[in-house]
C-alpha cells in the first residue's frame, strides 16, 4: 500500500542564489511525502524484539499514539502523535518515522530544541524517539528515530574500543583551531544554518545551556558547536548535586554534562528508553564521539522560548544519575549508578580582587582545551569588570598521569581591550596534548593564575647597531639594541655574540634583534624538525619551550653543516655523512643552520623586530 500525496498551507521557503533573494511557495509536506517510500518495503527487523517495542513494518500512515517530554520543571507530559509515513534509507542504514505532532505548547512553539530523544508510543508499545525536523516550520512536524536502530547503541558498549592511531607528526604550528568548517567535516556534516536547511529534515537542535559563562565568551563558543547542532543557551544552575528524586523514566528530560563547578554547561535531551539501569536518549549524536564517558543528569525545564527557528527549553541540572558512555548516530546511551571521570580545574584571578574558581571539564581530547579555556576566561571577565589597557600574567599547569613533572607554560602578555587572548594562548597545549598521535594521555588536574595590572609595561625595539659590519672568524662581535618603553626614555641593551672561527670567508651573517614570537618563528625556520615531535617526550618539549614575551632575543645566523633528524638537531657531522643523508630515501631529515643566541630579560613586553647583515671576511 503506497501513500496518497496531499497539498496543505505551509510556510513559504526563501531561496537565495546569486546574491538575489527569491520567495516562492513551495508544498511542504507534499516535498516530504514525496520522498516516502510505500511501506510494503522490506523492513529487515530483528527477529526477536523486547514486548513493550514496535517493529517498523507494523507501522501504518493515519497510526495515532502519544508522545511523552517534560516542558516544564520535572513533569512528563504527554503530546499527541499521527503517524504521517515512512522514509526509507535517510541515511546508509537509518529509517525515519514521520509524524505530525500536537497538544500542549506545540501549536504555539513547533518542534521544540531539547525534545530530542522524546519517546512516541502507538497501542502502548515505544516505535522511536522524536530526534528530526525542519527549521521555520509552521506545523510541529517531526522526525522518529526507530527504537531498533537505538537499541543497537546499547550492543556497541560491549565491543572492544578502537585504539588504532595513525602515526604522523605532531607540529606546534598545526594547532586545533576548532574552525567551524573542520567542526563540521569532523560532525560529517555542514552548518545546521547553511542554505536551504529549512526543506532539509535534520536533527534537533541540543541547547547547551551554560551558566557563569559571559555572554562574549558563548559567542566565541557558538562556532565550535553549531556545526554538531549544538545551539549554546545563556543560562543558570549549578553544576548538579548528589541525586534527588525525580521521575526519571521515558519522557524525562536528560542532560549531559560537559562542565560542573562555579561554571556549568550541559546539553538537553529526552530520555527515550530504559532497560534496567541501561538508558538510551537523543535519537541522534551530541557529537558523534564514539565511546565517550560524560556524567548523566536529570534536568529541570525553566521554561520554552518559542521561535520561528527553533524553539528551545531553558533548563538547569539537577542531580547526576550516571554517565553516558556512548554518542553515536541513532542515539546517546547510559548507563545509571555509574559515574564519569572529569578532570578537577582551578582557576585563581588576581588583579583589584583576588577570587579562585573551582570547576570540573570533561575528558575529552575535542573538548577539554576549550571547555577549559571558556570558562577560565569567563571567570577572567567575571572578576576583573573593568576590561582596558591591562598586563596579563598567565601560568598554566596540566598533571598528566604518569609523569613526575607538570606540563607548564608561562608567559606575560599586553592586551588593549580584552585579556582573553592569553588564556586562550595558555590553553592550546592542552588540546595538542590529547590530541597527539603518539600515545593515549589520560590528565588528572589543570590550574590556572591569571594575575592583572593596569599599569602598562610594554616597549618596542627602535634599532639595532653593530661595533662592525665586516667580521673575521672568531672575532666578536658587539649590538646595541635601543628599546623604547611607553612613556618612559629609551633605553639600550649590549648583547656581545662571537663569530664562529670555522666561518667561511664571503658567507653572510644574519643579525636580528626580536621579540619572542618572531624569536620563536626564526627557531621553527631554522631547524623545523625541532617543530616535527616524533614521540610524547619531544611533543612535551615542544609545548613547553616557550619564549617569554619580555625577553630581548638577539639571533645570529650562518649556514653550516648539520642536519635535524626526527626533531634533533646534528650540528656537527663529517661531510662525508652529510653527503650520504642528502640523498637519503627517509624522511624526518632537515636542514640546519648554525645560530648563536643571546637572551636580556627585560620588564616590558616587548614587539618588534631589526635585522642587519653581516660579512664574513678572510682571517689573518
Keep these: 500500500m503506497g501513500i496518497r500525496l496531499q497539498y496543505c498551507h505551509v510556510p513559504s521557503v526563501s531561496c537565495f542564489a546569486n546574491a538575489r533573494s527569491h520567495t516562492i511557495k513551495i508544498p511542504f509536506l507534499a516535498i516530504v511525502l514525496s520522498l516516502v517510500i510505500p511501506l510494503s518495503a522490506a523492513t529487515g527487523q530483528p527477529k526477536a524484539l523486547p514486548p ?10 493515519g497510526m495515532k499514539g502519544y508522545g511523552r517530554t517534560v516542558f516544564s520543571g520535572t513533569k512528563i507530559e504527554r503530546f499527541d502523535v499521527e503517524v504521517i509515513g515512512i522514509q526509507r534509507r535517510t541515511t546508509a542504514r537509518g529509517d ?83 574552525r567551524p568548517s573542520e567542526m563540521a567535516m569532523a560532525s560529517g556534516g555542514a552548518s545546521p544554518f547553511s542554505e536551504f536547511s529549512a526543506v532539509t529534515l535534520r536533527p534537533i537542535h541540543t541547547p547547551l ?33 548528589v541525586a534527588k528524586d525525580v521521575d526519571f523514566s521515558p519522557g524525562a528530560a536528560v542532560g549531559v554534562q560537559m562542565v560542573r563547578g562555579d561554571v556549568s554547561a550541559f546539553g538537553t535531551g529526552t530520555l527515550t528508553y530504559r532497560r534496567g539501569d541501561q538508558v538510551l536518549a537523543f535519537g541522534h549524536p551530541m557529537f558523534q564521539a564514539g565511546e565517550v564517558d560524560m556524567p548523566m543528569i536529570a534536568a529541570h525545564v525553566h521554561t520554552v522560548i518559542p521561535s520561528v527557528i527553533w524553539s528551545t527549553k ?38 583589584s580582587q583576588r577570587e579562585t574558581y573551582r570547576f570540573e571539564v570533561v575528558d575529552s581530547k575535542f573538548w577539554t582545551s576549550r571547555f577549559f579555556s571558556s570558562a577560565a576566561s569567563s571567570a577572567l571577565l567575571a572578576t576583573e569588570k573593568q576590561m582596558a589597557e591591562v598586563m596579563v600574567k598567565v601560568r598554566t599547569h596540566v598533571k598528566v598521569e604518569g609523569r613526575d613533572k607538570p606540563l607548564t607554560v608561562e608567559n606575560v602578555y599586553f592586551e588593549p581591550s580584552s585579556p582573553t587572548f592569553p588564556v586562550s594562548q595558555a ?8 590530541s597527539n598521535p603518539f600515545q593515549r594521555v589520560r590528565i588528572e588536574r589543570m590550574e590556572m593564575a591569571i594575575d592583572l595590572s593596569d599599569v602598562r609595561q610594554t616597549a618596542t625595539l627602535e634599532s639595532l647597531a653593530v661595533s662592525q659590519r665586516a667580521v673575521k672568524p672568531g672575532a666578536k662581535v658587539e649590538a646595541i639594541v635601543t628599546l ?63 619564549e617569554p614575551n619580555t625577553n630581548l632575543v638577539v639571533r645570529m645566523m650562518l649556514p653550516r653543516s648539520g642536519v635535524t633528524v626526527r626533531g634533533e638537531g646534528l650540528p656537527a657531522l ?47
Design 52 to 61: 513493550d517495542v514496535m517493529p517498523l513494518d507494523e507501522i501504518q500512515p
Design 96 to 178: 525515519r518515522i514521520l509524524i505530525r505532532m500536537s497538544g500542549g505548547p506545540l501549536e504555539k512553539t513547533g518542534i521544540i530544541a531539547g525534545m530530542s530523544g522524546s519517546p512516541v508510543y502507538i497501542n502502548e508499545r515505544v516505535i522511536g524517539a522524536v530526534a528530526y525536523g525542519w527549521q521555520f516550520s509552521k506545523e510541529a512536524l517531526g522526525g522518529v528515530t526507530p527504537i531498533v536502530e537505538m537499541l543497537g547503541v546499547l550492543e556497541a558498549a560491549d565491543r572492544p574500543a578502537n585504539t588504532l592511531r595513525t602515526e604522523r607528526e605532531a607540529h606546534w604550528f598545526t594547532p586545533l583551531t576548532f
Design 209 to 241: 545551556v551554560l551558566s557563569g559563562f559571559d555572554p562574549s565568551v558563548i559567542e566565541q563558543l557558538r562556532p565550535s558547536l553549531e556545526p554538531f547542532g549544538v545551539i549554546p543557551v545563556q543560562g543558570g544552575g549549578g553544576g548538579g548535586g
Design 314 to 351: 531553558v533548563s538547569e541540572p539537577v542531580s547526576v544519575l550516571g554517565r553516558i558512555h556512548q554518542d553515536r548516530q541513532p542515539a546517546i546511551a547510559g548507563k545509571m549508578g555509574e559515574f564519569a571521570r572529569m578532570i578537577p580545574c582551578q582557576v585563581t584571578v588576581n588583579g
Design 427 to 434: 590553553t592550546y597545549p592542552v588540546g595538542v596534548l590529547l
Design 484 to 546: 623604547r618603553p611607553f612613556a618612559e626614555p629609551t633605553r639600550q641593551e649590549k648583547v656581545t655574540l662571537e663569530i664562529p672561527e670555522d666561518a667561511m670567508p664571503g658567507s653572510q651573517v644574519t643579525l636580528v634583534a626580536c621579540d619572542g614570537a618572531m624569536s620563536r618563528s626564526l627557531e621553527a625556520a631554522r631547524a623545523p624538525g625541532k617543530f616535527a615531535p616524533t614521540n610524547l617526550d619531544q611533543l612535551l618539549d615542544v609545548l613547553q619551550r616557550v
Design 574 to 620: 663529517p661531510s662525508s655523512l652529510l653527503s650520504v643523508m642528502a640523498f637519503s630515501n627517509t624522511s624526518g631529515l632537515g636542514p640546519l643552520i648554525h645560530e648563536a643566541v643571546e637572551r636580556v630579560q627585560t620588564p616590558w613586553v616587548l614587539s618588534g623586530n631589526q635585522t642587519m647583515m653581516l660579512t664574513v671576511e678572510r682571517g689573518n
